[in-house]
C-alpha cells in the first residue's frame, strides 16, 4: 500500500521543496557571507535555485544535499565576480574552496544542523538583557548600520558599540553553554 509520503519522495518537485526548506538558511547565510551587495546576493539565491531545479537529475541522492547546493552557488558567486569586474572582490576561489569545505564539516556533523544552531542563537538571544537584546535586533535582525542602529535606539555610537560588544559576549557564552550540554566538544 502506497502512503502519501511514498508519494512525496517520489515526486521530485516536493523533494526538491523540502530539500530547499532545509537548505535555504544556510544557502542565503554563505551566499551573504561571499557577496556584500544584498540584491546580488538575492539574485545568486534565486539562480542557485533555478540551476539547482534544472540539475536535479544530476544530484547524486545518496550524498548531501547542503554541499551540492553550495557548489553551485559557489560557482555563480565565481561567475557574478568575474561578469563584475568593477566590483572589489572579497574573497579569491582558493578561500572560497577553504569555506566550502568548512561549510562541509559542518554539514558532516551529526549532533547539531545549521537549523539546531540558529534555534539556540534564537533562544540564547531571548535571555539577553532588553537593552541589549534591542542593539542586537536593530544591528543585525534589522540590518542597520552601527551609526542607524543607534539612532533607532536613541543612543550614541559608542554607547551602541559597547552593547553590541556585551551582548555577542553573552550569547558567545549562552552558545558554549548550550554546546556543553548537548556534549557538542567542537
Not at 574552496?97 to 545549521?114: A, P, V, W
Not at 539556540?120 to 541589549?132: E, F, N, Q, V, Y
Request: glycine residues 4%; hydrophobic residues 40%; contains cysteine.
Amino acid at each position: 500500500m502506497s502512503t502519501k509520503k511514498d508519494h512525496l519522495l517520489r515526486d521530485p518537485q516536493a523533494v526538491f521543496e523540502i530539500l530547499v526548506q532545509e537548505n535555504a538558511d544556510m544557502l542565503m547565510a554563505y551566499l551573504r557571507s561571499m557577496v556584500r551587495d544584498p540584491g546580488a546576493v538575492d539574485d545568486l539565491f534565486q539562480e542557485t535555485m533555478m540551476t539547482a531545479w534544472r540539475r536535479l537529475d544530476d544530484f547524486d541522492r545518496s550524498r548531501p544535499f547542503g554541499p551540492w547546493l553550495r557548489g553551485i552557488g559557489a560557482r555563480l558567486i565565481m561567475a557574478h565576480y568575474r561578469k563584475c569586474k568593477h566590483d572589489f572582490m572579497l574573497i579569491s576561489e582558493p578561500i572560497l574552496e577553504r569555506i566550502h569545505q568548512q561549510m562541509d564539516g559542518l554539514d558532516n556533523k551529526t549532533q547539531t544542523s545549521f537549523n539546531d544552531s540558529i534555534g539556540h542563537l534564537r533562544d540564547c538571544i531571548k535571555t539577553l538583557p532588553t537593552k541589549l537584546e534591542d542593539a542586537i535586533s536593530a544591528r543585525y535582525l534589522n540590518e542597520h548600520s552601527p551609526l542607524q542602529a543607534a539612532d533607532h535606539l536613541g543612543i550614541s555610537q559608542e554607547a551602541i558599540k559597547k552593547r553590541l560588544q556585551r551582548a555577542r559576549m553573552q550569547l558567545l557564552k549562552c552558545l558554549q553553554r548550550k554546546r556543553v550540554m548537548a556534549g557538542e566538544t567542537t
